[in-house]
T-cell receptor, first 116, second 115 residues
Framework: AQSVTQPDIHITVSEGASLELRCNYS??????LFWYVQSPGQGLQLLLK??????LVQGIKGFEAEFKRSQSSFNLRKPSVHWSDAAEYFC??????????????FGQGTTLQVKP | EAQVTQNPRYLITVTGKKLTVTCSQN?????MSWYRQDPGLGLRQIYY???????DKGDVPEGYKVSRKEKRNFPLILESPSPNQTSLYFC??????????????FGPGTRLTVT
């Protein structure tokens, strides 16, 4: 079955420290991969996406993610975290094949807390 | 401004009282979808629509109905709400998923409480 796993439910980092949020997917077809961020009381905002090509993708707010097919991973990184990055982060996958239903399969989410 | 809007944003209701959550997008997107978000479960798809008058079930459709009479609107209907439908609901839209390089845009969410 198709699935996305975010192994870390909750992560706390100090402001200015680096960040890596893990995402593993199980998907037989060509995956399209996404990272969304949800700030408290807000909707989901797309941080970045991977469809094909360069496996290191840059997103908004200084985030980047690396697609590793051999590890079925799409980890999100940021070199220096800001207090405003405190939020919940979701990894998601959708089929990259034509004719797909467009259904996004989401991970359970990782809550990021930033210490001053 | 390109956006997906949902109304209401917050709703408290009682078991069995029919309700509708509206969703509208101004991007001329063919595809629209509803998700519910529950703690520890992420987001799960309820229903989706590939275009006007074309709808289909997602992973958790029980207790919900949808309709797509106009391209811009995709209301979610709860005919007889129950407490297990207490959740945070998101509407999303995108270009046709059959095309490459699309992304889904999400509304601000509707927090529903059924007592």
């Amino acid at each position: 079955a198709q699935s996305v796993t975010q192994p870390d439910i909750h992560i706390t980092v100090s402001e200015g420290a680096s960040l890596e949020l893990r995402c593993n997917y199980s998907y037989g077809a060509t995956p399209y991969l996404f990272w969304y961020v949800q700030s408290p009381g807000q909707g989901l905002q797309l941080l970045l996406k991977y469809f094909s090509g360069d496996t290191l993708v840059q997103g908004i707010k200084g985030f980047e993610a690396e697609f590793k097919r051999s590890q079925s991973s799409f980890n999100l990184r940021k070199p220096s975290v800001h207090w405003s990055d405190a939020a919940e982060y979701f990894c998601a996958v959708v089929s990259g094949r034509a004719g797909n239903t467009g259904k996004l399969i989401f991970g359970q989410g990782t809550t990021l807390q930033v210490k001053p | 401004e390109a956006q997906v809007t949902q109304n209401p944003r917050y709703l408290i209701t009682v078991t069995g009282k029919k309700l509708t959550v509206t969703c509208s997008q101004n991007m001329n997107h063919e595809y629209m979808s509803w998700y519910r978000q529950d703690p520890g479960l992420g987001l799960r798809q309820i229903y989706y629509s590939m275009n006007v008058e074309v709808t289909d079930k997602g992973d958790v459709p029980e207790g919900y109905k949808v309709s797509r009479k106009e391209k811009r609107n995709f209301p979610l209907i709860l005919e007889s709400p129950s407490p297990n439908q207490t959740s945070l609901y998101f509407c999303a839209s995108s270009r046709n998923p059959g095309q490459s390089y699309y992304e889904q845009y999400f509304g601000p969410g509707t927090r529903l409480t059924v007592t």
